[in-house]
């Protein structure tokens, strides 16, 4: 069930203070910041954990093989890489002026999530949700007289769990129909499984 908690929790970002962030080739990528008030990390290591990378290997639903997902969710949509979301989360999460959105269910964001993550599942943003003011809203869309601008939307970045799942593409979709200006959207492609595989750490229920 959805609640206002949960707008709240979005509104809230992931701690708005300052970060640093080092990403001298060839140096594994490290990013400190602040997390409500508690000094979160994204790290890189050498040793892979193969179990972990086979928990996000999930094909979609629809799909009676792994699907391939496109290189590009939607026009003018941009699609990124693990620096750009490393930098985003430094930079821009830090500072309460964009957000990281893990589009996956709760079940499958239980098994790990990037650090300054939000989750906003993909079947939430439905036009039959009568809270979807409430989350564009949260996500910076003004409301006036009944009808939302998107002026001052936050810059998003949205993933899954990779790129044999839809999640992603399905959400930005959803919200560009909502009116989401499609220039305030990015596609982190590689999501959970190319995170890992790549030894960029994850956070869990218990971080």
Known sequence: MFSHKFVAALAVGAGLTTSTLAQSTPEPMKASFMLAGIEKSITQSASLDAGRIAAFHRPASACTNPCIAPLAAAAGVQTVGEREVISFVANVVTKGEGLLIDSRNPQDR??????????VPTDLVAPDNP????????????????????????????????PSTSDAPALIARLIAAGYPASKLSYYRGGMLVWTALGLNTEDAKS
């Open 110 to 119: 239980a098994a790990g999530y990037i650090a300054a993550s939000v989750n």
């Open 131 to 162: 809270f979807m003011a409430d989350i564009m809203q949260a996500m910076g869309a003004r409301s006036f007289e009944g009808t939302l601008n998107y002026s001052d939307a936050m810059p998003l970045v949205i993933f899954d769990d990779g």
